[in-house]
C-alpha cells in the first residue's frame, strides 16, 4: 500500500471539517466525498489536503439541510452552480418557512378556538356568473386530489377574486363586491358552485348575498337560500403560483387572436400535433409558435427546430380556456417551451388563465 505520511486520516479530516466520522463514512457510501485512499486490509480510510476545503463544504451545506444529491453536485460544480444551488435551496427554505407557519396558525386555532367572524358580501349576479364561468373549467377532478376540488373564493375589503387549479392550468377572475367584515378566504367545492351558477341567471338583478363564518357558508339569490361548508383543505399559494408561472416577464411575446378563428384551428382534425410522452402517457400536444407577420401559428413536427418561441400546451385544454374567457379577442403570452402560456382578456387584467407547457 501506498505511503499514508502525506494523507489524512479520518478522523483528522473530522476535527478539520466539523463533519462526524460516520457523516464521512455515509458521504463516501453516497459518492459525495471519497477517500483518496483505503487500506485494502482494515478499510481505514485517508484523505488529501484538497479534500478539506470540499469536506468544509459539505459540512455547511448538511447543516443548512440541503438534500445529498445537492449537496453531491456542490462538491462537483464550479462556484456560478453553488450559487445558484444555495439560491434554489433557500427559496425552498422559505417556501417550506410559509407552510409551516400556516400550519402553526391552524394548530394554534385548534388548540384555543375563538368564534370565526362573520364577512358578508354583496355583488351583482351578473359578475359573480362570469367570474365562475371563468375558473370553472380549471376545477381538479382527479379524486387523489381533493384539495382541488372546488374554487377558491379570496375575500378582498373590495372585492372577491375566485381561483381554480388542477395543477395543469390554473385560472383567475375577479369580482367587485361590497364586503362587511374582514378579508376572508373559503375553499367552496364544486357541488356548491354547480348548484349556485343557474341560480345567478335567475336573480332578476337582486344582489347576491354570501356570509361566510367560519366553515360555513350562506349564499342569499334572490328569495332562493343556498347553504354549504367549506372544503378542509389549504388550497395552493395561487400568489407563489403566478410568480412562477407567470410574474414579469419581460421576454414574454403578447400575440392577439381572433378566438373563433383559434378555435376552428384548434378543433380541425388536420391541425398538426407533436406526440409525447407526459405523466406517463403518450399525448398529442399542441405547439403555437409565431409566424412572419408576428402572429399566433400552430406549428408542426418538421418546424420545431426552427422556431425558438414555441410552446407545447394540451389542445383541449386551450380550447376550454378559450370559451371560458368569453371574450372574442384574447391575448396569448408566450415566452419559450417551458414557460406556461398564459391566456388574457385584453380589456380585464383580473380575468386570465395559465397553462402548464408539455415539454417537447
Do not use: C
Not at 148 to 168: C, I, K, P, Q, W
Amino acid at each position: 500500500m501506498p505511503s499514508v505520511s502525506h494523507l489524512h486520516s479520518i478522523g483528522e479530516l473530522a476535527r478539520a471539517s466539523g463533519l462526524t466520522v460516520s457523516a464521512l463514512r455515509f458521504y463516501d457510501s453516497a459518492g459525495v466525498l471519497e477517500p483518496a485512499l483505503v487500506d485494502p486490509v482494515t478499510g481505514y480510510r485517508w484523505y488529501t489536503e484538497e479534500q478539506v476545503a470540499p469536506a468544509r463544504l459539505v459540512a455547511g451545506l448538511r447543516r443548512i439541510g440541503m438534500p445529498v444529491p445537492q449537496i453531491a453536485a456542490a462538491v462537483r460544480a464550479e462556484p456560478a452552480v453553488v450559487h445558484q444551488l444555495l439560491d434554489a435551496h433557500l427559496r425552498r427554505l422559505a417556501d417550506g418557512l410559509s407552510d409551516a407557519r400556516r400550519e402553526v396558525d391552524r394548530l394554534r386555532a385548534l388548540v384555543d378556538p375563538v368564534p370565526p367572524a362573520a364577512t358578508t358580501f354583496l355583488v351583482s349576479p351578473a359578475a359573480l356568473a362570469s367570474a365562475l364561468d371563468a375558473v370553472r373549467f380549471a376545477v381538479g377532478v382527479d379524486p387523489e386530489l381533493p384539495m382541488l376540488a372546488g374554487v377558491l373564493f379570496d375575500v378582498e375589503s373590495d372585492g372577491v377574486r375566485l381561483v381554480a387549479t388542477d395543477r395543469y392550468r390554473l385560472a383567475l377572475a375577479r369580482a367587485g363586491a361590497d364586503v362587511d367584515g374582514p378579508p376572508v378566504r373559503v375553499f367552496v367545492p364544486v357541488a356548491l358552485v354547480d348548484q349556485l351558477r343557474p341560480l345567478l341567471d335567475t336573480a332578476d338583478g337582486w344582489p347576491v348575498r354570501l356570509t361566510v363564518a367560519g366553515p360555513d357558508l350562506r349564499v342569499r339569490v334572490a328569495d332562493r337560500t343556498v347553504t354549504g361548508t367549506a372544503l378542509p383543505y389549504d388550497f395552493p399559494d395561487y400568489h407563489r403560483l403566478l410568480r412562477k408561472a407567470v410574474g414579469e416577464r419581460p421576454t414574454a411575446r403578447r400575440i392577439p387572436v381572433d378566438v373563433a378563428t383559434l378555435r376552428a384551428a384548434l378543433a380541425d382534425p388536420a391541425a398538426p400535433t407533436v406526440a409525447r410522452e407526459h405523466d406517463g402517457t403518450t399525448r398529442e400536444v399542441t405547439v403555437l409558435g409565431v409566424d412572419d407577420q408576428g402572429g399566433l401559428r400552430l406549428l408542426p413536427a418538421a418546424d420545431l427546430g426552427t422556431d425558438a418561441l414555441r410552446v407545447g400546451v394540451d389542445g383541449g385544454y386551450l380550447l376550454d380556456a378559450l370559451n371560458a374567457a368569453g371574450a372574442p379577442q384574447l391575448v396569448l403570452e408566450l415566452d419559450g417551451p417551458i414557460a406556461p402560456l398564459a391566456v388574457r382578456r385584453p380589456d380585464d387584467a383580473d380575468t386570465y388563465s395559465v397553462l402548464m407547457p408539455i415539454r417537447l
